[in-house]
């Protein structure tokens, strides 16, 4: 059974940081492009982070440059999502995404809360 299965979320004060985590079942995430998207409430989900299974990594947004890293374990098959100097526009579901494109295959995982709040 094909499964993603993010971590890590919770409840941070302004400044701190989190590190979330995406572990894999049921495939092999080594030949995937993994992303993290997040969805604040009363908003569209929006993509934040690549990494294509070379291991280079895209940010698409400017708010998360320098804060946001994302990384990848290929023998752990789990990709992860460290987040630093964490801001309330940070607050948000994030969403963990593998993505293959010459099989069109797509899997999503259910998602895990972060909170930015003091």
């Known amino acids: 059974q094909v499964q993603l299965v993010e971590s890590g979320g919770g409840l941070v004060q302004p400044g701190g940081s989190l590190r979330l985590s995406c572990a894999a079942s049921g495939f092999a995430i080594r030949v995937y492009t993994m992303r993290w998207y997040r969805q604040a409430p009363g908003k569209e989900r929006e993509l934040v982070l690549s990494i294509n299974s070379a291991g280079t990594s895209t940010n698409y947004l400017d708010s998360v440059k320098g804060r946001f890293t994302i990384s990848r374990d290929n023998a752990k098959n789990t990709l992860y999502l460290q987040m630093n100097d964490l801001k309330p526009e940070d607050t948000a579901r994030y969403y963990c995404?593998?993505?293959?494109?010459?099989?069109?295959?797509?899997?999503w995982g259910q998602g895990t809360q972060v909170t930015v709040s003091s």
């Open positions: 995404n593998a993505y293959l494109d010459i099989l069109r295959r797509e899997y």
